[in-house]
């Protein structure tokens, strides 16, 4: 990954400047100095150490002094504790206690509302100090120091220190943290880890790089989370896990044991270590070669974001950072140190503190905008809107637009106003002034507002002169998509006119008058110009605006244009435009005249039906295909008319269907077997008739002809005998095809006898049928009780003495009669019949069933 290389952009106080490099990858942290107090404390002495809290930095310094900071830098509490190099300063959670030791011996645990505490001065340099993370609790009343040992302090109920050795022997404690229940140190040796709660040491990580001087090149410490410890030392990262082990290994072993789960080598020295997430904050002492020198010098320190892999990591980002008097620090004199609240990492140097956080939106914004990424900019802004502070959606939207006008990209900067300017009308009206100076109305034409939130008029119009200039085309383009009220109709319509007087035949720039004629309802102009164009959009206007009126002296034009769509308009809207009317204007143009008329007689036969005489010669001129449908369909003609303009006009088929329609069957007959010689014809014309005078005729008429008699055969067995056709035949007479024709009249014969067999059985089975049904119904029972009456004079047709002789009639039909109700028999003696059914004509209803008593 490329490096970026950070420089920290100082306050007005800073001294050194450097080059930044440019990059394309983005920088994963942004810093700043501390200042405020930071700066003035640095101008007279040096920092040596800081810790971090959540709510405030402590800041020791070389000359002794404890600086209480705010996140601003400002000091709130000093303490004088010595007048040499403090060593290391400890806080706890609450940031309510804090340790400090002295390079002069001296160890200092107080509460920061309150001096009382424990004050000791040993007679060698204590390098170290931590308190027990729960330190204001009452029974967590520890810390630790380190100097050529450990020394654990605890408070007993008695209110005096206990003091416990740790570890001794192994040189000098340079470093030491504590988490929970877990105290890390280092020496020169390695580092351990000492589990308070079994009161056990748990591990011991050795050094790996021994040829370093420990003093030089210190060991890093840095708990991730409770369980989890990071080494740094000299170029060697180890990540270590604290576990539980198995109970059933315990034996005489600590309850714990450390795994390391990642090892790797830098190409840099270690001065700070420091987590992020799953990755990891790395300060580095940089050494590089000198120029044209073999010796080396000290470069600006990196700060490196690292995601560590079990044996190797992969580099994120490294920054290189200018801190200030950085030519004359050892890798002993930077430390880092880092907030567990929210990601924020001190790089502390003895005469510079630099503040490093992670990027924000609006860093990011920046960064994006910095290297002329304006889309990515705009996208990024409207996204997190709500969460962006230093910068406004529509500036960085404004700033995009200016960029593309630089590049001369004007339709993307035209089309991006619609998106970035939204409902500011002002910017809007600023925007297209701006375009209209270079030049460019019409890249901008196309996104101006044009629905609710609308420009002052003058600006369309604006840019309707600027394309009535040079892209008629355009103009056209602009009229049909912008609404009319958008600009003066009128001041428009004067600028096209004023144009059409140089160039009157000019097609566009007519369409687009008509176009406002219409949007100023000036219905009959725009209807002109159509016409005159022959354009579609006529017959669209005239239904949409019911111009009807307007073309009763424009019908013909209309049919000129298209026939069809003319001719539906005109029979859809009969109730505005009469046939009358249409056939008044159409009387010159007959082939027009017969159109309109040959679809209103589709339409409906009766409706145009005193223009049916007119229309005989108009199907005989330009239509004969449909005169003889129209002749047979059409009771309103009259047939002696018709008649003589098809003899005129030798129209035979016609003649014979009039003829015949007149009752001239013969005459007609006559003709088809003349004129035509169409045997076929012949006999289906006296098949249709079905007149035995006209087969007579036909005979007569084919006898002498072979071809005729061949015909008449094959035809006419069904309809006539054939034997009177085989009568006349004269003896000798040469007749093609004879054998065939009298296998096929046979053959007819057959068939007809067997059809007639055959519907014979039918109707036999069917009656049989018939009457087995009608047999076993008259065998059933008819129930007769009380609640029957009897039909004629409706009372009990049971008599209420049941004693008394009595006799009752019951028919098949179930109509019930005393016997002395019924009239007298029928024609037929000795047959009655049920009077009810027989008015009714549903049959006799005969059959009786008489019950005496």
Same mark, same amino acid.
């Given at each position: 990954?490329?490096?970026?290389?950070?420089?920290?952009?100082?306050?007005?106080?800073?001294?050194?400047?450097?080059?930044?490099?440019?990059?394309?990858?983005?920088?994963?942290?942004?810093?700043?100095?501390?200042?405020?107090?930071?700066?003035?404390?640095?101008?007279?002495?040096? &920092?040596?150490?800081?810790?971090?809290?959540?709510?405030?930095?402590?800041?020791?310094?070389?000359?002794?002094?404890? +600086?209480?900071?705010?996140?601003?830098?400002?000091?709130?509490? =000093?303490?004088?504790?010595?007048?040499?190099?403090?060593?290391?300063?400890?806080?706890?959670?609450?940031?309510?206690?804090?340790?400090?030791?002295?390079?002069?011996?001296?160890?200092?645990?107080?509460?920061?509302?309150?001096?009382?505490?424990?004050?000791?001065?040993?007679?060698?340099?204590?390098?170290?100090?931590?308190?027990?993370?729960?330190?204001?609790?009452?029974?967590?009343?520890?810390?630790?120091?380190?100097?050529?040992?450990?020394?654990?302090?605890?408070?007993?109920?008695?209110?005096?220190?206990?003091?416990?050795?740790?570890?001794?022997?192994?040189?000098?404690?340079?470093?030491?943290?504590?988490?929970?229940?877990?105290?890390?140190?280092?020496?020169?040796?390695?580092?351990?880890? +000492?589990?308070?709660?079994?009161?056990?040491?748990?591990?011991?990580?050795?050094?790996?790089?021994?040829?370093?001087?420990?003093?030089? +090149?210190?060991?890093?410490?840095?708990?991730?989370?409770?369980?989890?410890?990071?080494?740094?030392?000299?170029?060697?990262? =180890?990540?270590?896990?604290?576990?539980?082990?198995?109970?059933?290994?315990?034996?005489?072993?600590?309850?714990?044991?450390?795994?390391?789960?990642?090892?790797?080598?830098?190409?840099?020295?270690?001065?700070?270590?420091?987590?992020?997430?799953?990755?990891?904050?790395?300060?580095?002492?940089?050494?590089?070669?000198?120029?044209?020198?073999?010796?080396?010098?000290?470069?600006?320190?990196?700060?490196?974001?690292?995601?560590?892999?079990?044996?190797?990591?992969?580099?994120?980002?490294?920054?290189?950072?200018?801190?200030?008097?950085?030519?004359?620090?050892?890798?002993? *004199?930077?430390?880092?140190?880092?907030?567990?609240?929210?990601?924020?990492?001190?790089?502390?140097?003895?005469?510079?503190?630099?503040?490093?956080?992670?990027?924000?939106?609006?860093?990011?914004?920046?960064?994006?905008?910095?290297?002329?990424?304006?889309?990515?900019?705009?996208? &990024?802004?409207?996204?997190?809107?709500?969460?962006?502070?230093?910068?406004?959606?529509?500036?960085?939207?404004?700033?995009?637009?200016?960029?593309?006008v630089e590049k001369g990209d004007y339709d993307a900067a035209a089309r991006k106003c619609q998106k970035v300017l939204?409902?500011?009308?002002?910017?809007?009206?600023?925007?297209?002034?701006?375009?209209?100076?270079?030049?460019?109305?019409?890249?901008?034409?196309?996104?101006?507002?044009?629905?609710?939130?609308?420009?002052?008029?003058?600006?369309?119009?604006?840019?309707?002169?600027?394309?009535?200039?040079?892209?008629?085309?355009?103009? &056209?383009?602009?009229?049909?998509?912008?609404?009319?009220?958008?600009?003066?109709?009128?001041?428009?319509?004067?600028?096209?006119?004023?144009?059409?007087?140089?160039?009157?035949?000019?097609?566009?720039?007519?369409?687009?008058?008509?176009?406002?004629?219409?949007?100023?309802?000036?219905?009959?102009?725009?209807?002109?110009?159509?016409?005159?164009?022959?354009? =579609?959009?006529?017959?669209?206007?005239?239904?949409?605006?019911?111009?009807?009126?307007?073309?009763?002296?424009?019908?013909?034009?209309?049919? *000129?244009?298209?026939?069809?769509?003319?001719?539906?308009?005109?029979?859809?809207?009969?109730?505005?435009?009469?046939?009358?009317?249409?056939?008044?204007?159409?009387?010159?143009?007959?082939?027009?005249?017969?159109?309109?008329?040959?679809?209103?007689?589709?339409?409906?036969?009766?409706?145009?039906?005193?223009?049916?005489?007119?229309?005989?010669?108009?199907?005989?001129?330009?239509?004969?295909?449909?005169?003889?449908?129209?002749?047979?369909?059409?009771?309103?003609?009259?047939?002696?008319?018709?008649?003589?303009?098809?003899?005129?006009?030798?129209?035979?088929?016609?003649?014979?269907?009039?003829?015949?329609?007149?009752?001239?069957?013969?005459?007609?007959?006559?003709?088809?077997?003349?004129?035509?010689?169409?045997?076929?014809?012949?006999?289906?014309?006296?098949? *249709?008739?079905?007149?035995?005078?006209?087969?007579?005729?036909?005979?007569?008429?084919?006898?002498?002809?072979?071809?005729?008699?061949?015909?008449?055969?094959?035809?006419?067995?069904?309809?006539?005998?054939?034997?009177?056709?085989?009568?006349?035949?004269?003896?000798?007479?040469e007749i093609p095809n004879l054998r065939d024709s009298l296998v096929k009249i046979l053959q007819d014969y057959n068939?007809?006898?067997?059809?007639?067999?055959?519907?014979?059985?039918?109707?036999?089975?069917?009656?049989?049928?018939?009457?087995?049904?009608?047999?076993?119904?008259?065998?059933?029972?008819?129930?007769?009780?009380?609640?029957?009456?009897?039909?004629?004079?409706?009372?009990?047709?049971?008599?209420?003495?049941?004693?008394?002789?009595?006799?009752?009639?019951?028919?098949?039909?179930?109509?019930?009669?005393?016997?002395?109700?019924?009239?007298?028999?029928?024609?037929?003696?000795?047959?009655?019949?049920?009077?009810?059914?027989?008015?009714?004509?549903?049959?006799?209803?005969?059959?009786?069933?008489?019950?005496?008593?």
């Amino acid at each position: 990954m490329a490096e970026v290389e950070k420089e920290i952009k100082p306050s007005d106080d800073s001294t050194d400047d450097s080059e930044e490099e440019e990059s394309e990858e983005e920088p994963k942290l942004k810093y700043e100095r501390l200042a405020n107090g930071v700066t003035e404390i640095l101008q007279k002495d040096a &920092a040596s150490c800081m810790t971090v809290h959540d709510k405030f930095l402590a800041l020791g310094t070389h000359f002794g002094k404890v +600086y209480l900071l705010d996140v601003q830098g400002n000091v709130t509490q =000093k303490f004088e504790i010595s007048s040499v190099k403090i060593n290391q300063i400890s806080l706890d959670e609450g940031g309510e206690h804090v340790g400090i030791c002295s390079e002069d011996g001296k160890v200092q645990v107080f509460g920061l509302y309150t001096r009382e505490g424990f004050h000791e001065h040993f007679d060698c340099p204590v390098k170290v100090v931590a308190l027990h993370p729960q330190f204001s609790r009452s029974n967590n009343k520890q810390f630790v120091t380190g100097g050529n040992k450990l020394l654990l302090y605890e408070r007993n109920w008695l209110n005096r220190w206990k003091m416990v050795t740790l570890h001794e022997g192994e040189g000098t404690i340079t470093k030491v943290k504590w988490r929970a229940n877990l105290i890390a140190w280092s020496n020169a040796v390695g580092v351990k880890i +000492y589990d308070i709660s079994t009161k056990q040491r748990i591990t011991n990580v050795l050094r790996d790089n021994t040829s370093l001087r420990p003093d030089m +090149y210190p060991c890093s410490l840095c708990w991730k989370d409770s369980a989890t410890l990071i080494i740094g030392w000299g170029t060697s990262v =180890k990540i270590c896990a604290v576990k539980e082990r198995d109970p059933t290994e315990l034996r005489d072993l600590p309850s714990r044991y450390v795994e390391i789960v990642s090892a790797f080598d830098t190409e840099f020295y270690i001065c700070g270590l420091a987590p992020l997430a799953d990755q990891l904050v790395v300060l580095y002492y940089v050494k590089e070669n000198a120029d044209q020198m073999e010796e080396e010098i000290r470069a600006r320190p990196r700060l490196d974001i690292v995601q560590p892999l079990p044996e190797v990591c992969e580099e994120i980002s490294s920054d290189a950072l200018t801190v200030r008097h950085f030519q004359q620090n050892e890798c002993r *004199d930077y430390c880092l140190e880092h907030s567990e609240g929210e990601p924020l990492f001190y790089i502390i140097s003895p005469k510079d503190i630099v503040v490093a956080k992670e990027r924000d939106q609006d860093d990011h914004i920046d960064w994006l905008l910095d290297k002329k990424k304006y889309e990515e900019a705009l996208m &990024a802004a409207e996204i997190s809107f709500k969460n962006i502070k230093r910068h406004d959606v529509q500036k960085i939207g404004m700033a995009y637009i200016n960029h593309l006008v630089e590049k001369g990209d004007y339709d993307a900067a035209a089309r991006k106003c619609q998106k970035v300017l939204g409902k500011n009308m002002e910017l809007w009206e600023n925007e297209v002034y701006r375009f209209k100076t270079i030049g460019q109305l019409k890249a901008i034409s196309q996104y101006l507002p044009r629905g609710d939130l609308r420009l002052r008029p003058a600006i369309y119009e604006m840019i309707l002169h600027e394309f009535l200039k040079s892209d008629f085309e355009g103009f &056209a383009m602009l009229i049909r998509e912008w609404p009319g009220e958008l600009y003066n109709n009128m001041t428009i319509v004067q600028a096209v006119n004023d144009h059409l007087k140089k160039d009157p035949a000019n097609h566009t720039l007519l369409t687009t008058l008509a176009e406002l004629y219409t949007y100023d309802q000036r219905y009959d102009k725009a209807l002109e110009i159509y016409l005159r164009l022959r354009h =579609k959009d006529v017959y669209q206007l005239i239904h949409k605006h019911n111009l009807f009126s307007s073309i009763e002296d424009k019908i013909v034009l209309l049919m *000129d244009f298209d026939k069809e769509k003319a001719v539906d308009m005109l029979l859809d809207n009969e109730d505005k435009i009469s046939t009358d009317r249409v056939v008044e204007e159409l009387k010159h143009r007959r082939e027009l005249l017969h159109i309109y008329l040959h679809k209103l007689f589709k339409r409906d036969h009766h409706k145009g039906q005193k223009y049916h005489e007119r229309q005989i010669s108009l199907y005989a001129e330009y239509d004969r295909p449909n005169l003889l449908p129209f002749l047979r369909e059409s009771t309103h003609c009259p047939l002696e008319k018709a008649l003589e303009i098809c003899q005129q006009r030798n129209f035979v088929e016609e003649t014979v269907f009039l003829l015949s329609r007149m009752g001239n069957c013969r005459r007609a007959l006559q003709m088809v077997m003349e004129e035509l010689g169409d045997v076929d014809k012949a006999i289906e014309f006296a098949k *249709d008739q079905d007149d035995a005078e006209l087969w007579e005729d036909l005979i007569s008429y084919s006898i002498d002809k072979p071809p005729f008699i061949t015909g008449l055969l094959n035809n006419i067995g069904t309809h006539v005998d054939p034997i009177l056709l085989i009568c006349h035949i004269k003896e000798g007479m040469e007749i093609p095809n004879l054998r065939d024709s009298l296998v096929k009249i046979l053959q007819d014969y057959n068939l007809q006898i067997l059809l007639r067999e055959g519907c014979k059985k039918i109707l036999v089975a069917d009656s049989l049928s018939l009457l087995k049904k009608m047999h076993r119904t008259q065998m059933r029972g008819i129930q007769v009780d009380e609640e029957n009456i009897c039909e004629a004079c409706h009372a009990p047709i049971l008599p209420s003495d049941t004693a008394k002789v009595f006799s009752v009639v019951v028919f098949h039909c179930r109509h019930m009669f005393h016997k002395e109700c019924l009239p007298s028999p029928g024609m037929v003696p000795g047959v009655q019949f049920c009077n009810i059914c027989s008015s009714k004509r549903r049959g006799p209803g005969s059959g009786i069933l008489e019950m005496k008593k």
